[in-house]
């Protein structure tokens, strides 16, 4: 006789999903570090730059080959680029915090080390939309 089908049975469990907490947080380490390396990548082909955005980004990885969507960036940019001593750089005169250049609304990160070693303290729009 045939047993009756029971969906609590280990042997019918996807394996996959049933991975152990230490294979989970290395792969989480692994795919950090890939992320973070092609944010390293890109930002020293821009020569780390004063202002970087997230279309900037996008545009250096795609051009140096690696093959990225752009939500990836967009998702991953702001803890990334905070390893890297950017912050975001917020337009005070908007309320989403975004800044318009070129006719589109974009996230504006900026190295405050670097600005202060420059002596700059704030930043024309002008010289932003320059950079970017």
């Not at 991975?19 to 380490?29: D, F, L, N, P």
């Amino acid at each position: 006789m045939k047993k009756p089908f029971d969906p609590f049975d280990d042997r019918l469990r996807d394996k996959q999903k049933r991975r152990k907490h230490a294979e989970v947080e290395s792969a989480k380490k692994r795919w950090d570090a890939t992320i973070e390396e092609n944010f390293k990548k890109a930002l020293e082909q821009l020569r780390f730059p004063m202002f970087t955005s997230g279309d900037q980004l996008y545009a250096v990885m795609f051009s140096i080959g690696i093959s990225v969507q752009f939500s990836y960036v967009r998702m991953n940019a702001k803890r990334m680029l905070s390893k890297f001593g950017y912050e975001v750089y917020k337009n005070e005169n908007s309320k989403d915090g975004r800044w318009r250049i070129n006719g589109r609304s974009m996230t504006v990160y900026a190295n405050f080390t670097i600005m202060t070693k420059c002596g700059k303290t704030d930043i024309e729009r002008s010289l932003l939309e320059h950079e970017l």
